[in-house]
């Protein structure tokens, strides 16, 4: 199932958006798809980080 979400952007977001995208040889819908899902990776990863660390730093040596 397909959702959609509006987003706004300034001209000059729309405009390096545009371009990145070309440049990557993909619609601008993939690159900003591409772009969410690297941080929502990222932000799960560091997550998952800061887990462990608090698991090991629990734990007496």
């Known amino acids: ?3 959609r979400f509006p987003l ?3 001209e000059t977001e729309h405009r390096a958006m545009k371009v990145a995208a070309a ?3 993909i619609s601008m819908n ?5 772009a969410l899902q690297e941080k ?3 932000q799960n ?3 998952e980080a800061s887990t ?3 698991k ?3 734990k007496p040596a």
């Open 1 to 3: 199932m397909i959702k």
């Open 8 to 10: 706004q952007f300034t």
């Open 23 to 25: 440049q990557a040889g």
């Open 30 to 34: 993939q690159f900003i798809r591409d």
């Open 40 to 42: 929502i990776a990222r």
């Open 45 to 47: 990863a560091d997550s």
């Open 52 to 54: 462990v660390l608090a």
């Open 56 to 58: 090991a730093s629990e």
